[in-house]
């Protein structure tokens, strides 16, 4: 087997991940993996303990307690399979600040339901988080790869996608987390990675450290949002914006988002005036604009277009 930089010491691993009416079958093709990757991890000693925590956000409960045993059963590499019903649509920022008080792992993986991981990407993705300058890895998607730059040499990025990222608990705990106040889903990954950057921190895209994400695109290659991804991604922009002390930004993307005949992108401006009108919204970071990077409707440079 040739060799790869694997952790120094075996480590503890939290995979997280929130739940919206996810299909059974795409759970257990994601805990699949992950067990095998477990298996993986404890043979060539580079995982001491790994655990699933899953929270569901869905109207009604997608997992009952016997089919929740039998997952226990098959899935005998993971060391334990946590599932909470939270009874409400949390969102995501909230939803893995919920989850991750329910383990004591040494790491944390955030990880979409729909990804399907190779079974040494966790323990590569860990391998980096040796060097104690690193604050927050992510892996490599396909099919469809995230365009966003990123150093060859260092893998120093501006931002990771929580679809598969992983943090130290340390870190995670210092930041307190996502910034569930601001963002319901959607930027609350880029906040997340520009914290962990102002903390001192870098944040690194491995190519190396490859998963599957089932995302679909138009026959034309464009994305297929729904109206939801329409309002929350709308909104999510505007507060991030702000946030990073880019009102230029906001007055920008505010008029985009107006004449752009989308009624869900009008809604989320229209939300957004009322949060800030009645002092809704958080103080804002970086008023010197040295961390958050905003490159036209994106948050860093792009390696190609997508």
Sequence with gaps: MPHEPFPDSPVSVAVQSVLYLTPVPS???????????ASV??????????????GD?????????QELEEMRSRFTHLDEI????????????????????????????????????????PWRMASVLN???????????????HPKEY?????????????FAMT????????????????????????????????GLGVVFHPAAVVFHDKR???????????????????????????????DVVERVMKQYQKSGIPQQASAVEEFVRRRDEGGLVRPHDPENTIGTFVGYRYTEHRFEL
């Excluded at 307190?176 to 959607?186: I, K, N």
Aim: glycine fraction near 4%; include cysteine; proline fraction near 4%.
């Design 41 to 54: 991890g404890k043979t060539e000693l580079m995982c001491e303990r790994i655990v699933v925590v899953l």
């Design 57 to 65: 956000a869905s109207p009604t409960r997608l997992v009952a307690e």
């Design 82 to 121: 946590v599932y909470t019903y939270f009874g409400e649509n949390v969102g995501t920022s909230r939803g893995h600040n919920l989850l991750a008080a329910l383990s004591d792992t040494d790491l944390v993986v955030f990880s979409n339901p729909d990804v399907v991981c190779d079974a040494r990407a």
């Design 131 to 145: 060097d104690p300058t690193v604050g927050m890895v992510e892996a490599k998607q396909l099919p469809v790869e």
């Design 217 to 247: 695109l138009h026959v034309d290659g464009s994305w297929m949002p729904t109206s939801a991804e329409h309002f929350f991604s709308a909104q999510a922009a505007l507060l991030l914006a702000h946030k990073w002390s880019r009102d």
């Design 27 to 37: 759970l257990l093709r994601m805990l699949e993996a992950l067990d095998n990757s």
């Design 151 to 163: 150093d060859p040499s260092t893998g120093l990025t501006s931002w990771a996608t929580t679809a």
């Design 168 to 199: 130290r608990r340390e870190v995670f705990d210092r930041l307190e987390g996502f910034d569930a106040q601001t963002f319901f889903m959607y930027c609350d990954d880029v906040d997340y990675s520009w914290r962990v950057r102002e903390a």
